[in-house]
T-cell receptor
Framework: NAGVTQTPKFRVLKTGQSMTLLCAQD?????MYWYRQDPGMGLRLIHY???????AKGEVPDGYNVSRLKKQNFLLGLESAAPSQTSVYFC?????????????FGDGTRLSIL | AQKVTQAQTEISVVEKEDVTLDCVYE???????LFWYKQPPSGELVFLIR??????QNEISGRYSWNFQKSTSSFNFTITASQVVDSAVYFC?????????????FGAGTQVVVTP
């Protein structure tokens, strides 16, 4: 069972470069989320989507953009990478409709900005 | 404002000892949901349990148990007879019913180190 798949798993970028992280889920989940994980800060929500074609800002959206053109995919973009964006990025999805649904996570993308 | 507090940054125990992880939350909602996740050294996040605000029954699953107390806004997690495989970071999370989009507030996590 694939669940939530993130690509790539690792990436090193230079300051100012751009890239896109891909998240794909095969559970027909309605809601999808992008988080970043930094030491001592837990997971912080970057952006989220409650359905195809809709996105919204989370707690730390600056410097990131997202798109959800297909229900199963949620893309996170860095237009001009900065060292402060060095982090581990997690994508998650949930069934939606109710706030009691657990989120299912991908394995993470470790991103380093030099 | 931090809605979920995990005050313990790291806990080290020797195998077979019990370990309790504290989670204190803050919410004005009367309906809310609490979750625990495990992040082993391999990095993935594994869902362990969900508890809703109307169910204060404690729960036991094998060596894991959870103590939910609304009076103290706490949802603590105990690992009994710890094993090396329990070494991981454990996160507590809160989801509020007033948030229709199921967003989570995560605590900072507690690193559990179990040594043989």
């Amino acid at each position: 069972n694939a669940g939530v798949t993130q690509t790539p798993k690792f990436r090193v970028l230079k300051t100012g470069q751009s890239m896109t992280l891909l998240c794909a889920q095969d559970m027909n989940h309605e809601y999808m989320y992008w988080y970043r994980q930094d030491p001592g800060m837990g997971l912080r929500l970057i952006h989220y989507s409650v359905g195809e074609g809709t996105t919204a800002k989370g707690e730390v959206p600056d410097g990131y953009n997202v798109s959800r053109l297909k229900k199963q995919n949620f893309l996170l973009g860095l237009e001009s990478a900065a060292p402060s964006q060095t982090s581990v990025y997690f994508c998650a999805s949930s069934l939606g409709t109710l706030s009691n649904q657990p989120q299912h996570f991908g394995d993470g993308t470790r991103l380093s900005i030099l | 404002a931090q809605k979920v507090t995990q005050a313990q940054t790291e806990i080290s125990v020797v195998e077979k000892e019990d370990v309790t992880l504290d989670c204190v939350y803050e919410t004005r909602d009367t309906t809310y949901y609490l979750f625990w996740y495990k992040q082993p050294p391999s990095g993935e996040l594994v869902f362990l349990i969900r508890r809703n605000s109307f169910d204060e029954q404690n729960e036991i699953s094998g060596r894991y148990s959870w103590n939910f107390q609304k009076s103290t806004s706490s949802f603590n997690f105990t690992i009994t007879a710890s094993q090396v495989v329990d070494s991981a970071v454990y996160f507590c999370a809160l989801s509020e019913a007033s948030d229709s989009w199921g967003k989570f507030q995560f605590g900072a996590g507690t690193q559990v180190v179990v040594t043989p």
